[in-house]
């Protein structure tokens, strides 16, 4: 469904969704400066999990949001708005395949995964080939995210003070 604005539930969902994933970057990022053996690690790798299995949680409720409420059609001319979306769709795939790598990885490490000390069911068998395969998936996935929504913001600062048009405005509350 087209409409000329964003639905508040999905602008919401929207910012709700960068602060989880400026969340879970953050404190893998932190994991990697304590020492190992320090039960810190632990303590982030856990806060870690639970950031991004609510990016999971949450990407079904935007994309109920985005089919329900519908959304406008990137501004630009042609090429650039087909981009705009290509990209949009790559980071919706991306709420998806991140948390799901992320589970199946350490399932197959023999980790128990959890939602704030509710215990997921195990979806795969301990399996050390699967583990290092999709943990290289979910690395390069999660180190990918950084230049895909770097390009994401940029392009919005652009339309906001080089093209002067209602691209970020309309993704915040006081657009009308
Ligand atoms: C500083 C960070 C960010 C800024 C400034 C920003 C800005 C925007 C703006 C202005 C739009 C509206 C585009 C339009 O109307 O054509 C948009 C849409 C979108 N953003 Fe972001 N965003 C940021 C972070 C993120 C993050 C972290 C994600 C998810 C990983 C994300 C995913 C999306 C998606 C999927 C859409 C398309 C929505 C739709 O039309 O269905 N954004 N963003
Ligand atoms: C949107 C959600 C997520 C993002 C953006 C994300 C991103 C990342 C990034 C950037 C890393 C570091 C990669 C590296 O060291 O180069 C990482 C590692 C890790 N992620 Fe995620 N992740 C997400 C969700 C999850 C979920 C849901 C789980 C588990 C259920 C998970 C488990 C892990 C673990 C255990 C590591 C450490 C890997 C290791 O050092 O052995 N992640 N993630």
């Known amino acids: 469904m087209d409409r000329r604005d964003y639905h508040p539930v999905s602008i919401a969902l929207h910012w709700l969704m960068f602060l ?20 810190l690690r632990d303590v982030l790798r856990g806060w870690h ?4 299995l609510l990016v999971l949680l949450f990407a079904f409720v935007r994309v109920g ?3 329900g409420f519908g959304g406008p059609k990137p ?5 650039q708005a087909a981009a705009a979306s290509a990209l949009h769709g790559v980071l919706y795939l991306v709420m998806f395949l991140l948390p799901i790598t992320g589970v199946v990885f350490s399932q197959a490490g ?6 704030f000390g509710w215990t997921l ?4 068998a301990p399996n050390p ?3 290092t395969s999709v943990r290289d998936v979910h690395e390069l996935l999660g180190n990918a995210v950084y230049f895909l929504v770097g390009i994401h913001a940029l392009a919005a ?6 093209v002067k048009d209602e691209t970020l405005r309309r993704m915040t509350f006081k657009h009308k």
Do not use: M
């Not at 969340?23 to 400066?33: C, K, Q, S, V, Y």
């Open 20 to 39: 989880l994933f400026a969340a879970a970057l953050l404190f893998i990022e932190l994991r990697g400066n304590v020492p190992k053996g320090s039960p």
């Open 49 to 52: 999990v639970d950031a991004g």
């Open 65 to 67: 949001s985005r089919v």
């Open 75 to 79: 501004i630009g001319p042609r090429l």
């Open 110 to 115: 023999g980790h128990d995964v959890a939602l």
């Open 121 to 124: 069911p195990h979806l795969v």
């Open 129 to 131: 080939a699967l583990r």
């Open 157 to 162: 600062l652009w339309h906001h003070f080089v």
